[in-house]
């Protein structure tokens, strides 16, 4: 898969409430609102309180991401009113080995509704269109029940605890290991 490869899908991917679409100048509010949560700054590279301006940066970030090859960035948006509600990306950095990551983020204000777990359904099964990716990973780290609880209701399994396993907010982090395994006809 080449970078010239990457464009969006031309069907928005959806679950449930939610599509994911490419971002727009008008996330930039719940962008600001996602940036208030202390964790999310730590893991991606939107700012802590981000203001108007670096949040447009931010929706140019994820826009290069399409550019270079890193993979997809969506929005997170309400399928029937097209309101931002959050994040989700997979990146493509192994996919040399069959492989990709995922992450999701809710903006504060639009949690508890299931909308991370919509998002991960979504991601994954627009991840299975792509034809070398056969295993999708997620790290989450321990303490993030929510999180947890998301990937185990998108139907990824638990593989592990991998100690140590990177850096978050200048500090090494354990990370548990989840995963989903391209759906196969005697699996499917």
């Not at 802590?48 to 890193?70: C, K």
């Not at 990146?91 to 508890?112: D, F």
């Not at 990177?166 to 006809?185: F, H, K, N, S």
Request: with cysteine; hydrophobic share 40%.
């Amino acid at each position: 898969m080449s970078a010239a490869q990457l464009v969006m899908p031309i069907a928005a991917p959806s679950f449930g409430d939610v599509r994911l679409r490419a971002f727009e100048e008008r996330d930039a509010d719940m962008l600001m609102d996602l940036s208030t949560d202390a964790y999310v700054p730590k893991t991606g590279s939107l700012p802590g309180n981000a203001d108007h301006p670096e949040a447009l940066a931010y929706i140019e970030r994820q826009s290069s991401r399409l550019r270079t090859g890193a993979g997809y960035s969506f929005c997170v948006a309400d399928k029937e009113t097209d309101e931002a509600l959050g994040t989700a990306g997979l990146y493509l950095a192994p996919i040399a080995a069959g492989r990709a990551t995922a992450g999701y983020s809710v903006a504060p204000r639009h949690r508890g509704r299931r909308v991370a777990g919509h998002s991960l359904i979504a991601l994954t099964r627009f991840a299975w269109s792509i034809p070398e990716l056969h295993r999708i990973e997620l790290y989450i780290e321990p303490w993030n029940t929510a999180s947890v609880r998301t990937a185990e209701f998108a139907g990824f399994e638990r593989e592990g605890l991998l100690r140590s396993h990177q850096e978050i907010g200048g500090e090494r982090v354990d990370m548990l290991m989840y995963a989903a395994i391209r759906p196969t006809a005697a699996t499917g």
